[in-house]
Structure formats: C-alpha cells, structure tokens
C-alpha cells in the first residue's frame, strides 16, 4: 500500500508538490488555512515546525512545544463525576470562564452547547436523555472499586454505551448508532477531543482516527486517538461573542479600549459568564463594558494566549532580518495548542477589523465618519503585555534590569504588531509543509495519507 500512494518528486524540486492516490487521482498541495487540516495533522505539523524551526533558524533560545491544558490527564472518576453533575445549577463555585485553563473554558462551553442542544429535543427524548444520566450514575458508583483486567473490557463496554447517548442528545438529526458507529466522520469532532484516555476503546470503534499500529508506541499511541476530520473551531464563548458585539456596535467608538467602564457590570457580565448563563450582548450593552470584559478574559488567562514556553522565541522573532520575522513566527503559531491558535486566530480578526476604522473616513454622501483611534499600534500597546508574558513571580528569570524590561516591553508590541498586519497569511499552511507532514504520515500509516488525499481532492 505504501508504494501506491506517493509524490511526484520530479515537481518537488520546482516548489510544486503532487501527490497520487490509490485510486490514482493526483492531488497538488495548495496553500490552506490551519483550521482546515485534521487534528492528527496539526499534531504533526507541530512537529514539523519544530524540527525547522531548530534546523533552519537560531533564536538564542530554548524551544519547547506548549502543552495542550491539564484537563486531558483527568482520572476516569473524575470524568464520570464531571458528566454527572453537568445538570446542576449551582455552579456559583466553580468558574466556567475567567482564570482557568483556556482547554476547559473550551471543554465548558462544548457542555453548555450539549445542554442547549439537549433542550431543544422533544419529552420523549429528553426521557432518554434522562436514562442516560442514570447510566452514569451506576458507571460512577461502579468505578469506585478497582477492577481486573476482565472487569475493565466490560467498563469500556459501558462507558461506550454511555457516551454514544450522550452524544445522541447532541444532535436531533442524527441517524441511529449503529449505523453510524462503522462510517468515517459518524460523530461530531466537539465530541472527540472530550475523550481522555480510558475512552480510547470508544474512538477505536468509531474508526474517526486509526492510523496503523507503528514502532514508536510512545509517540504514536498518541496519534490513535486524534481524528482525521478538522477540530471544531476552539474560541471561547466570552471571546467569540465580545468581539461580535464590538465589530456590530462599536467599530465607531472613539477609543472602544481606553474609556473607562463601570466595573459593576463588568464584574456582573463576568459573574454570569463564570456561571455557564447564556449570555447574548446587545445594543444595551456598553461597548467598553464588553471592551473592559474582553481584555480581563485574556488577562487573568492562567497561562499567557501565546503561552509561556514560546516567551522568549516571540520576543526574539524581533531580531531577525525583516524577511525572516513573518516565517518565524508563521512555524511558532504552529507549535501553540489548537484552542490557543484558533482563540489567536479570531482575536487577530477582530484586531485587524477594529485598526481598519481607526481613522476619519468619508461616506458616500460626504459626510464624515468618525475614527476609533485605535491604531494597530495602539491594539498591540493595549494586548500585547495580556498575549505574552513571563509568570509574574521572584523567579530569577524575571528579576532583570528595568531598562531590559522596558525593550521586552517593546518587543512584545512589536510581535502582536507584527502578527495583525500579516494575520492574513500567519494561518496559512504552505504546500511544502503540508508536504512534510504528508511524507512523515506515510512512513507510518499509508492508509490514513490516502484518505487525507481523497478529502483533499473532495475540497
């Protein structure tokens, strides 16, 4: 198999890379937006990146892939406990939103859309939805007691059962599971990455990601479980909807992030996000209320959007040549977690769309529209020390000289400056990386290279 799917090198050499499929369809690689690859391929391109980024260019620095959150390492009771109390409402405790890891705000606002999908239903199947929480019940109060190896082939067995009704609850339309269990792309990616690892038996038997078994079982155990469909857009509800509400409401409003706001509607809209109420933002909402709730999202961020292994390689992307800045910073965009590339993605957006109305401009009729003077320079001033920066602890690290803080200060807007303007094409992914991932996929797994190709060629 592996001799029937391969590139035609001969193109290689000239920057065009095509492929051919089993099928013996050619399929040339063409620039495509991060956002539209599989998971295991943005796994993979990670490493890619990685691997030119230490070949190709020096930073000064110490390079290391960010870790994707802590809530993928929770134990299989925490799991179950978690699933069972999602119909409480007293969550006044626990915060759904503000100053936790930005994998479970993402992880929350997938369980608040389950729950509004869930309500839509009609009696009959939300009774069903109801058994279901039972089911948990029982698997939680089972999962108490350490089972044999014999046991835990029936745990999964439950477990899977469960799962596929919860997901049923998701989506009214969707076909029996039986059916739907044996078809590639059966059950929704939002689903797929709430998996953890007792699960995994689940995903097998969806067949959504099974690359081959392969000699490296440390890393490629991994790629079992990431699916060969693109991950669902990873944006936080409280980003997402404060950036609509700005760029319907406020595009014209003089200076949308340095007015003041009332902190007792801040901190109310706040309160209400954290406490998983579906808030919708409108008319009546302040533009720096939601201005002021947007940059305190972003700043109590346990860990920085741009994380903090990447710190020192953003900061240092400024002392390369003009022409080598925008490439550095395209590979190190790729190092970040997919819900931190998506969460950048879409700020950047709403960025780029708040700089383009920063100056007077003229309608059709002569009359004059007032600027918000909000100059890219000016966004990045405002974001850049919330995007990127060091744990503000006594960390020898961080106690440096005032003067270097202050040209750190400035590189740091220089990078989110930098990022705005090409925000374009920072989430491009250019044929001869795509090319690399492809030919690291085929050593290993030729079958899942063929699929990725048909998709392609279907796109």
Same mark, same amino acid.
């Given at each position: 198999?592996? @001799?029937?799917?391969?590139?035609?090198?001969?193109?290689?050499?000239?920057?065009?890379?095509?492929? !051919?499929?089993?099928?013996?369809? !050619?399929?040339?690689?063409?620039?495509?937006?991060?956002?539209?690859?599989?998971?295991?391929?943005?796994?993979?391109?990670?490493?890619?990146?990685?691997?030119?980024?230490?070949?190709?260019?020096?930073?000064?620095?110490?390079?290391?892939?960010?870790?994707?959150?802590?809530?993928?390492?929770?134990?299989?009771?925490?799991?179950?406990?978690?699933?069972?109390?999602?119909?409480? +409402?007293?969550?006044?405790?626990?915060?759904?939103?503000?100053?936790?890891?930005?994998?479970?705000?993402?992880?929350?606002?997938?369980?608040?859309?389950?729950?509004?999908?869930?309500?839509?239903?009609?009696?009959?199947?939300?009774?069903?939805?109801?058994?279901?929480?039972?089911?948990?019940?029982?698997?939680?109060?089972?999962?108490?007691?350490?089972?044999?190896?014999?046991?835990?082939?029936?745990?999964?067995?439950?477990?899977?059962?469960?799962? &596929?009704?919860?997901?049923?609850?998701?989506?009214?339309?969707?076909?029996?599971?039986?059916?739907?269990?044996?078809?590639?792309?059966?059950?929704?990616?939002?689903?797929?990455?709430?998996?953890?690892?007792?699960?995994?038996?689940?995903?097998?038997?969806?067949?959504?990601?099974?690359?081959?078994?392969?000699?490296?079982?440390?890393?490629?155990?991994?790629?079992?479980?990431?699916?060969?469909?693109?991950?669902?857009?990873?944006?936080?509800?409280?980003?997402?909807?404060?950036?609509?509400?700005?760029?319907?409401?406020?595009?014209?409003?003089?200076?949308?992030?340095?007015?003041?706001?009332?902190?007792?509607?801040?901190?109310?809209?706040? &309160?209400?996000?954290?406490?998983?109420?579906?808030?919708?933002? @409108?008319?009546?909402? !302040?533009?720096?209320?939601?201005?002021?709730?947007? +940059?305190?999202?972003?700043?109590?961020?346990?860990?920085?959007?741009?994380?903090?292994?990447?710190?020192?390689?953003?900061?240092?992307?400024?002392?390369?040549?003009?022409?080598?800045?925008?490439?550095?910073?395209?590979?190190?965009?790729?190092?970040?977690?997919?819900?931190?590339?998506?969460?950048?993605?879409?700020?950047?957006?709403?960025?780029?769309?708040?700089?383009?109305?920063?100056?007077?401009?003229?309608?059709?009729?002569?009359? &004059?529209?007032?600027?918000? +003077?909000?100059?890219?320079?000016?966004?990045?001033?405002?974001?850049?020390?919330?995007?990127?920066? +060091?744990?503000?602890?006594?960390?020898?690290?961080?106690?440096?000289?005032? !003067?270097?803080?202050? &040209?750190?200060?400035?590189?740091?807007?220089?990078?989110?400056?930098?990022?705005?303007?090409?925000?374009?094409?920072?989430?491009?992914?250019?044929?001869?990386?795509?090319?690399?991932?492809?030919?690291?996929?085929?050593?290993?797994?030729?079958?899942?290279?063929?699929?990725?190709?048909?998709?392609?060629?279907?796109?």
């Amino acid at each position: 198999m592996g @001799d029937s799917v391969f590139l035609d090198r001969q193109n290689s050499y000239l920057g065009d890379f095509t492929w !051919s499929s089993l099928s013996g369809r !050619s399929v040339r690689l063409t620039p495509v937006a991060i956002q539209s690859l599989s998971e295991l391929e943005r796994a993979r391109l990670q490493e890619v990146a990685y691997t030119r980024l230490l070949q190709d260019y020096d930073l000064g620095c110490q390079i290391t892939i960010p870790k994707d959150g802590q809530k993928r390492k929770k134990s299989l009771r925490r799991k179950l406990d978690s699933l069972g109390k999602e119909k409480s +409402k007293d969550k006044e405790c626990v915060p759904q939103a503000f100053s936790i890891p930005l994998s479970q705000v993402i992880a929350n606002d997938r369980a608040h859309r389950q729950r509004q999908d869930a309500y839509r239903l009609d009696p009959p199947q939300r009774e069903e939805h109801k058994d279901s929480s039972d089911l948990v019940s029982s698997i939680l109060q089972f999962a108490t007691k350490r089972p044999s190896n014999k046991e835990l082939s029936s745990s999964n067995s439950s477990l899977s059962s469960t799962s &596929e009704t919860a997901n049923e609850s998701t989506s009214p339309n969707t076909p029996e599971s039986a059916p739907r269990v044996r078809r590639r792309g059966g059950m929704s990616v939002d689903s797929i990455t709430d998996l953890d690892d007792n699960q995994s038996r689940l995903l097998e038997a969806l067949q959504l990601s099974l690359p081959a078994e392969t000699p490296s079982k440390k890393e490629k155990h991994r790629d079992k479980r990431l699916s060969l469909n693109p991950i669902y857009r990873q944006v936080p509800r409280v980003v997402d909807s404060c950036c609509q509400h700005i760029e319907k409401y406020g595009l014209q409003t003089v200076g949308i992030f340095r007015v003041g706001s009332s902190k007792k509607r801040v901190r109310q809209l706040r &309160e209400e996000f954290d406490r998983g109420v579906d808030v919708q933002l @409108d008319e009546e909402h !302040s533009v720096h209320d939601v201005a002021a709730l947007l +940059k305190e999202f972003l700043r109590d961020m346990p860990d920085p959007l741009l994380t903090r292994e990447l710190y020192t390689a953003f900061i240092n992307t400024t002392l390369l040549e003009l022409d080598e800045q925008q490439s550095v910073t395209q590979l190190l965009i790729y190092l970040l977690p997919a819900c931190n590339s998506d969460t950048l993605h879409r700020l950047l957006e709403f960025l780029s769309t708040v700089a383009d109305h920063a100056n007077d401009q003229h309608a059709k009729d002569g009359q &004059e529209i007032p600027g918000n +003077k909000m100059t890219s320079l000016n966004l990045a001033t405002i974001f850049g020390p919330n995007l990127l920066h +060091k744990q503000k602890s006594s960390d020898k690290e961080f106690s440096v000289q005032s !003067s270097a803080r202050a &040209e750190e200060s400035t590189a740091v807007i220089a990078v989110l400056q930098r990022m705005i303007a090409g925000r374009q094409t920072l989430f491009m992914v250019p044929p001869d990386l795509q090319n690399e991932v492809l030919m690291s996929l085929l050593e290993t797994d030729p079958d899942v290279v063929d699929y990725l190709l048909r998709r392609k060629a279907s796109q």
